[in-house]
T-cell receptor, first 114, second 117 residues
């Protein structure tokens, strides 16, 4: 069975600083990997996805993530944080054999300091 | 084009009562997923349905919980004889295909927050 682990339930960065949210996955077969963002009192929105094409994936709002098989990681980064980036971010995994189901991590709450 | 609609947004029930949560998927979507989000936890998969069929209910508790997605009308998640541990946010997501796991195309509603007193 596949799973994801998000390191750090809360991350705080200054506006303009680098954002790094960590995600490690576990899967016995090649995974599909996703990052979703959840703003307060809203549902989740897809930020970006990795589906075995390019290992560096660019998403919306300047976010990107790199798939590193050797490290079983899919960390999310953004060069310069903006106040509007404050939200909860979820890493998620699926596989071809279970393509109907996406498994989510426990989430990382990102706070931005002025 | 309306998004995924969930109602009620907030529901308060006393222990032992029944809770019914409704989800209308996006237009043209025939695949519905229910997830539960407990405080300080991530989303836990509960059930995946297509019209009139339960495809995967591996995340559903064995007792008191049921889900349906009839040919006409919204998908319904039903919790009988609620207990305090059922207090959570319940999210519905819809997809245009059964391959959401490969496309990431899950469109979420804003959730229904159940509080059990």
């Amino acid at each position: 069975a596949q799973s994801v682990t998000q390191l750090g339930s809360h991350v705080s960065v200054s506006e303009g600083a680098l954002v790094l949210l960590r995600c490690n996955y576990s899967s016995s077969v090649p995974p599909y990997l996703f990052w979703y963002v959840q703003y307060p009192n809203q549902g989740l929105q897809l930020l970006l996805k990795y589906t075995s094409a390019a290992t560096l994936v660019k998403g919306i709002n300047g976010f990107e993530a790199e798939f590193k098989k050797s490290e079983t990681s899919f960390h999310l980064t953004k060069p310069s944080a903006h106040m509007s980036d404050a939200a909860e971010y979820f890493c998620a995994v699926s596989t071809y054999s279970s393509a109907s189901k996406i498994i989510f991590g426990s989430g990382t709450r990102l706070s931005i300091r002025p | 084009n309306a998004g995924v609609m969930q109602n009620p947004r907030h529901l308060v029930r006393r222990r032992g009562q029944e809770a019914r949560l409704r989800c209308s998927p996006m237009k043209g979507h025939s695949h519905v997923y229910w997830y539960r989000q407990l405080p300080e936890e991530g989303l836990k998969f509960m059930v995946y349905l297509q019209k009139e069929n339960i495809i995967d209910e591996s995340g559903m508790p064995k007792e008191r919980f049921s889900a349906e997605f009839p040919k006409e009308g919204p998908s319904i998640l039903r919790i009988q004889q609620v207990v305090r541990g059922d207090s959570a946010a319940y999210f519905c997501a819809s997809s245009p295909s059964g391959l959401a796991g490969s496309t990431g195309e899950l469109f979420f509603g804003e959730g229904s927050r159940l509080t059990v007193l």
